[in-house]
């Protein structure tokens, strides 16, 4: 059976093996320039403040080459586990259901538990092997950007890198193979699974991601001197933002809060934000009225227990999946 | 007698509110290849997938060789199926057929399957998608019977065939039985394609078994009946009228009857086992539909 799976399954590793050969020699080349780059801006020697070293990296970086290769690796890393969803797992058994293969294979010396079995075991394997590959490949790659950008954490960036990739690919494929097998269609379940994907995936990043490890909360003075935003709008209302200060950061809400813990929203002095009074005789007022700045992040150091909480949920539906085809198969299909 | 090959008892199957097989009772003797007839749509497929394991019955038991249809590795390997369409992987070459085959089945018959492959004069480097609706039920054949089961299932082998694959086919299929024995069921909706290959008959219509018997007992007892206008009930005792027709003058009868008929005011002839199928069949067309209205209501 495993000789036969693999059989089955040849012309798509070939495929899978030649895509991943060419993006390793895309990454070894670039590779080289951004270490150069590295190197060039000084970012490792550095001492004390590395702020415009790192600006200097990160132009470089972002206006070559490698900068698209960058945004193209970031997307592969979420395209990657939707095309194995839609090209391994939907078809796995919607094309013999398809095409009655399965009337023929039930009938050979396997029951159907072990045909599932290894069908899901062989092709569940490479599913991980290519994510697992492929993250460690990009991750390692961009290890200096993203070190100097400090975002790794961040939405968009964070289910690219580490082991996330894994579980996304992982559940992909046997949310693959589980519509494959129920709706019985394989065109139709590559919809259904790429739809699924990616409201699993979008939910994630947007509702999910940031309770399944405890944010930190802090709140300081607000400090006046690095505010990003003083917007002074209809009747008086004032918003003011401080920068966060917190480099690597996952920055969840960022308020200015009045003594009393409420939201700041104004009203403005007009005596000192009048359309005549200089910005800065505004910002010393505000910083006179003892706002303080209220914070919700998961700091850099959550990246690895978010990582691992993400993959883990994934790889338990991805689990419960192959247990419901299991059930379904022995039970119910025919 | 030694065990039947196929026992079922009550066996019924129903895919939602529509009956597709009705309290079946049937004891297959061994040793037999056995035709299951009837039309489209009788139920034909779903005995047979009931007897493969790959449907569940709904009410009712089954037993093949003495064991639960696909219930395990060693009742997979004695029982070789032929599903209808003869399924194959389009994809995959005639070569990598065969291996499957080997690696999927203990008691592959390595021999057995060359020597077919080579036979029939097929190429085994080609893609099996390429093959003629003829080559590839024998490459389904090949596959069912060299795993060397001792009952093989075929779901309509040869109704996709043209008359020259159909002979060749049967053929196959004979010279395997001849040689290495065992039992054989093989369904169709033409009798004419079973007649010469078959020595027991299952006759299957709307969902139900009307007759099965070895075909020289189902020919033995049936005959054809004509004389004088007569109504049906008045017969000799113990006949069972199957199918009637009457013209002014004229009965024609098709009865079953254990005993031999003796009745001088009739004419009493020997049926072929084409028309004995379609008096059934047609049975079924006057008679049954009424019948099966009447016991659905409780």
């Known amino acids: ?334 | 007698m030694s065990n039947p090959v196929v026992l079922a008892q009550g066996l019924s199957k129903r895919y939602g509110r529509r009956q597709a097989l009705s309290d079946c009772t049937l004891a297959i003797p061994p040793g037999r290849v056995v035709g299951l007839v009837g039309p489209n749509g009788a139920g034909k497929t779903t005995l047979l997938h009931l007897a493969v394991g790959l449907l569940r019955p709904t009410a009712g038991s089954i037993e093949v060789l003495g064991g639960h249809p696909a219930s395990d590795v060693a009742q997979l390997a004695k029982v070789g199926f032929v599903a209808q369409d003869a399924p194959i992987y389009a994809g995959l070459s005639i070569a990598d057929h065969l291996r499957f085959g080997a690696h999927t089945n203990p008691g592959w018959d390595r021999q057995l399957a060359d020597d077919r492959i080579t036979k029939l004069g097929l190429d085994p480097s080609q893609k099996a998608g390429k093959l003629s609706g003829g080559q590839r039920a024998q490459l389904a054949l090949t596959l069912a019977i060299a795993k060397r089961p001792d009952l093989l299932i075929l779901d309509e082998p040869v109704a996709s065939l043209d008359p020259l694959a159909r002979r060749e086919f049967l053929q196959g299929l004979m010279e395997f039985i001849a040689e290495h024995g065992g039992s054989v069921i093989l369904s169709s909706h033409l009798v004419s394609d079973l007649e010469r290959v078959c020595d027991y008959l299952i006759v299957l219509v709307a969902s139900r078994v009307l007759v099965a018997g070895e075909v020289e007992d189902l020919l033995a007892s049936h005959y054809r009946l004509t004389g004088a206008r007569r109504q049906p009930a008045d017969l000799p005792t113990g006949a069972e009228v199957i199918e009637d027709s009457h013209t002014d003058r004229q009965s024609t009868l098709i009865v079953r009857s254990t005993t031999p008929i003796d009745d001088p005011s009739l004419t009493v002839e020997q049926l072929t086992l084409e028309d004995l199928v379609l008096a059934y069949m047609s049975q079924d067309a006057t008679h049954s539909a009424p019948t099966a209205a009447m016991e659905t209501t409780p």
């Not at chain 1, 093996?17 to 060419?22: D, F, N, Y």
């Not at chain 1, 972002?62 to 586990?81: C, K, R």
């Not at chain 1, 009747?235 to 480099?247: C, E, K």
């Open chain 1, 1 to 334: 059976m495993i000789w036969f799976t693999w059989r089955q399954f040849r012309t798509q590793t070939w495929i899978t093996i030649g895509a991943l050969a060419a993006l390793g020699v895309v990454l070894v080349i670039t590779g080289r320039s951004i270490a150069d780059a590295y190197a060039d801006a000084n970012v490792a020697a550095c001492q004390g403040d590395c702020a415009t070293a790192i600006d200097n990296f990160l132009h470089q970086v972002t206006t070559s080459t490698s900068g698209t290769v960058y945004d193209l690796a970031t997307a592969i890393l979420y395209v990657v586990p939707a095309l194995i969803g839609i090209f391994w797992g939907a078809p796995l058994l919607a094309r013999e259901l398809e095409t009655g293969t399965h009337r023929l294979v039930w009938n050979q010396s396997v029951t159907r538990t072990r045909w599932l079995a290894t069908k899901l075991a062989v092709v569940g394997a490479a599913t991980a092997a290519t994510a697992g590959l492929l993250s460690w490949a990009v991750t390692s790659w961009a290890h200096q950007i993203d070190q100097a950008a400090g975002d790794r954490i961040t939405p968009g960036l964070f289910a690219a890198r580490g082991i996330v990739p894994i579980g996304y690919a992982v559940f992909a494929f046997t949310l693959g193979v589980t519509a494959g097998m129920l709706i019985r269609r394989t065109v139709p379940a590559m919809a259904a699974t790429l739809a699924i994907y990616s409201a699993a995936v979008i939910s994630m990043q947007e509702w999910i991601r940031a309770h399944l490890t405890p944010a930190s909360h802090a709140t300081n003075p607000l400090d006046t001197s690095s505010l990003d935003t003083l917007n002074i709008g209809a009747g008086n209302q004032l918003t003011v933002v401080a920068s966060d200060n917190l480099p690597g950061a996952w920055v969840l809400s960022n308020q200015t809060i009045t003594p009393a813990g409420k939201v700041f929203t104004g009203p403005a002095n007009p005596q000192y934000c009048g359309p005549d009074a200089a910005p800065q005789v505004c910002t010393d007022w505000v910083g006179s009225l003892g706002l303080r700045q209220d914070l919700t992040y998961h700091p850099a150091s959550h990246f690895w227990s978010l990582q691992w909480t993400e993959t883990g949920i994934f790889i338990a539906i991805a689990v419960l999946l192959a247990g419901f085809c299991f059930w379904w198969t022995r039970r119910r299909l025919t």
